[in-house]
């Protein structure tokens, strides 16, 4: 992605930016989570894939509400997408990370809005969209959800794009580190509470359980090797110590949401903790990894 678009100050981002690069990479990440269990896994597991259907939309309605009340006027979302100018049209600008950004957030609503309503009518809480549901089966379904895992997977590392092509400390300095972190650490915590919402249900097959718990410990090695060079490029770069700090007990959150998914699937920690523990402490080294990025080079 061309460096287009620079901040020239900090752009004082609070916290609804955080809500919104937490939840956005939640939805594109159970989204994709829900693709990989309809292709690589058999009839046990559509009912987790349909959980992580109706999950990515829920949390990707938030989203442009974040967006909206940090930009302080609703309208300067939508002229992100319309020039309103006279004589404008749509406002896509392909070497802008920002207008790019706006437009794969709407596509992707898109997709997971009616993967959503294909899942809840195979589940039953609407019959209305029982047509969208038929006509998601077999092979245009599967078409479908792949296009819409690209928009999905878009959103999840194009946070830490749009970070690394601003001009601040850290977040330039980290490079295509950043992109790649934010995308391993959307699917660890898409993971994280597929799983979480799996142990409240009993239609989720076990084996299915097993098999999300496996694929979340490659997302939280894969995470953590892209943490290691995050930190190693702003060592080179000299910024090392703009994350450090008063930031040392996120770090720690990070740390032990990383940790819990692996250290906990052991058979005595098993016993010695609750079902629900390791999801929770993923979730939050999820959300700590986000804020001590965001907030941390604008300090």
């Not at 609703?74 to 406002?91: C, K, N, T, Y």
Request: proline content about 5%; charged content about 10%.
């Amino acid at each position: 992605m061309p460096p287009a678009e620079h901040f020239a100050s900090p752009p004082e981002w609070q916290w609804w930016i955080l809500a919104y690069f937490f939840f956005g990479g939640l939805s594109g990440g159970s989204y994709a989570l829900g693709t990989l269990l309809r292709f690589g896994g058999d009839a046990r597991d559509e009912s987790a894939a349909r959980l992580a259907f109706i999950t990515s939309f829920i949390a990707l309605i938030p989203c442009p509400i974040f967006l909206m009340v940090d930009l302080g006027q609703p309208l300067f979302f939508w002229h992100m997408l319309v020039d309103a100018s006279p004589g404008g049209g749509l406002a896509f600008k392909p070497d802008s990370p920002m207008s790019l950004g706006s437009w794969a957030l709407l596509a992707f609503g898109l997709f997971s809005f009616v993967s959503f309503l294909g899942a809840i009518a195979e589940v039953g809480w609407f019959r209305a969209t029982n047509g969208i549901a038929r006509i998601l089966r077999g092979g245009v379904g599967l078409v479908w959800n792949a296009i819409g895992t690209v928009f999905g997977l878009f959103i999840c590392a194009y946070t830490g794009v749009l970070l690394a092509v601003s001009n601040q400390a850290v977040w330039s300095d980290a490079g295509w580190a950043l992109g790649g972190m934010f995308l391993a650490s959307a699917l660890a915590g898409s993971t994280a509470l597929l799983l979480l919402l799996a142990r409240s249900r009993r239609d989720v097959d076990a084996d299915t359980g097993v098999r999300l718990e496996t694929a979340d410990r490659y997302f939280v090695i894969l995470e953590t090797i892209l943490i290691v060079v995050f930190l190693i490029t702003l060592a080179i770069a000299g910024t090392i110590g703009k994350v450090l700090g008063v930031w040392l007990v996120l770090w720690l959150v990070v740390i032990i949401g990383l940790a819990a998914p692996i250290a906990m699937l052991s058979s005595g920690a098993a016993r010695r903790w609750p079902p629900v523990a390791a999801p929770i402490l993923a979730l939050l080294g999820v959300l700590a990894l986000r804020a001590l990025v965001i907030f941390s080079a604008q300090i």
